[in-house]
Structure formats: structure tokens, C-alpha cells
């Protein structure tokens, strides 16, 4: 290793030329591939700590982009507490405080983060604080379950991005019509096969068939209550990390 042959900052030097090659993508990569390495070395050795402190002042400025992958950040964060370094692991807390306004976060990076560190960091004083923050927020985002909705209004605006022609148009119409779930369209096959691949790609909470009677055969488009099931779903997914994230705050047989 060149920490034996050469030194610690010649190992330093090596890292920085390291973090140098690779894009801002590919540091996170690096920082974890360089860290994994200094723990195989003795974490109360001065001039290794010296040099994960330099390490760090490197790498933790890539974490300040919100794409970083969860098990990247869970991995940082159980290295630096491996490492005892305090001062990183509070610019973890810190980093992800920041963030924690965002629905996005919490659910596809804090939410990951910290049922991966459940399994091997959890009475972590700084794993403890995150968690915290995590229940704060996840109490206010499943505070008011969703309302079933009163009518039969829909965002039109979602189908006539993928197409506006006059045809898709009697589409749009019905979808923002609050008195009406289904609408009856007869159609010639081109246009038949349009719409349904319009609606298709509009992800539209409508279930759309074609009865094939008379001339021209008529496409039966019916408005759903997917969207509102969708979002009972959600809703219980995160009460159900709420809870969990609770029993985790509970100290052990109590």
C-alpha cells in the first residue's frame, strides 16, 4: 500500500489525483472506494484520521447534489461514524435537514437512508437525531388523509399536452366536465386508435374500451377513481414508516 511504502500524503496526493479524473458523478463513487480502504487501517492512528479530515473536505461537497443515491449516503454515514468523525457525521444531519422540505427527499433518500442504518447504526446519538427529523416530517405530510373527490372533474391539461387535435379535444372536454364519468365516441379506426394510444400515454385515470357495434364503432372512455386510490395508498405507505420510524425511537424494553 502507499501509505507503507511512501507515506500518508503521498497517499493523499494519490486520492486528490483521484478525485481529479472523475466527474462530479463519479466522486461519490471514488469517496466511497477511498474510504472503504482507510478502514482497513487503524482508526486511532493521528495520521490517518489527518488524512480521512482531508478526504473529507474533498468529498462532502458532492453530496450537496439532491441525486445522490441513498445507499452511497447510508454507506458515508456509516463509515464516518466507523471513523468517529463527528464533524462529518454532523454535515451529514446538516446536509439532510436542508432537504427535509421535500417530499422527494424524504421518500426516495431519507426514507431509504435510514431503514438501511436501522440495521447497523441505530442507537448512533447522530442517526438518532435524523430519525427524529424524519418523524417530524413525515407526521406533517400524513396529518390530512386525502378527501375523496365530489365530482367527476379531472386535469384535462395532462392529455392535451400529448395531443391537442380537435379530435383528443372532445377528450379534454369530458375529462374537465364535473357532471360526466363516461363518454360515449363514435369513431373511425384511425382515430379510434389515436385516442386510445393518447390516453394511454397520458397516464389518465380512464379506462377506455371500444364496443364494437354499429358504424362507426364507439369507444367507451369511463373517468376512475385511480387517482384517489393512488393516493390513499401513498398516504398508508407513509403511515406505516411513521410508525415504524416510532417503535425505532423507543428504547429497548420499554
Given at each position: 500500500m502507499i501509505a507503507n511504502l511512501f507515506g500518508w500524503t503521498a497517499l493523499f496526493r494519490e486520492i486528490v489525483g483521484i478525485f481529479q479524473i472523475f466527474s462530479s458523478n463519479g466522486v461519490q463513487s471514488a469517496a466511497l472506494f477511498v474510504l472503504h480502504l482507510l478502514l482497513g487501517g487503524n482508526p486511532q492512528d493521528t495520521h490517518m484520521r489527518a488524512l480521512v479530515d482531508k478526504c473529507?473536505?474533498?468529498l462532502l461537497p458532492a453530496l450537496q447534489?439532491?441525486?445522490a443515491a441513498a445507499p452511497e449516503l447510508a454507506a458515508w454515514?456509516?463509515?464516518l461514524e466507523n471513523l468517529k468523525n463527528t464533524d462529518g457525521q454532523d454535515k451529514m444531519v446538516q446536509y439532510f435537514r436542508e432537504r427535509m422540505t421535500s417530499d422527494q427527499v424524504i421518500e426516495h433518500r431519507v426514507i431509504p437512508v435510514l431503514r438501511d442504518l436501522a440495521t447497523t447504526s441505530k442507537d448512533s446519538p447522530y442517526f438518532r437525531q435524523l430519525l427524529e427529523l424524519a418523524i417530524s416530517r413525515l407526521q406533517q405530510m400524513t396529518s390530512t388523509p386525502p378527501t375523496?373527490?365530489?365530482?367527476?372533474?379531472?386535469?384535462g391539461g395532462m392529455l392535451q399536452k400529448i395531443c391537442g387535435c380537435s379530435v383528443c379535444m372532445q377528450v379534454v372536454d369530458f375529462m374537465n366536465d364535473p357532471s360526466r364519468q363516461q363518454l360515449r365516441y363514435p369513431l373511425a379506426e384511425v382515430k379510434r386508435k389515436h385516442v386510445h394510444r393518447t390516453i394511454d400515454s397520458s397516464r389518465a385515470c380512464l379506462t377506455h374500451i371500444t364496443e364494437r357495434q354499429g358504424s362507426p364503432f364507439t369507444m367507451v372512455i369511463t373517468k376512475t377513481e385511480g387517482e384517489y386510490e393512488q393516493q390513499v395508498r401513498h398516504h398508508n405507505s407513509l403511515l406505516e414508516v411513521y410508525n415504524e420510524f416510532n417503535e425505532l425511537m423507543t428504547p429497548h424494553g420499554s
Open positions: 473529507l473536505y474533498q447534489s439532491v441525486s454515514f456509516r463509515i375523496r373527490p365530489k365530482d367527476w372533474k379531472m386535469d
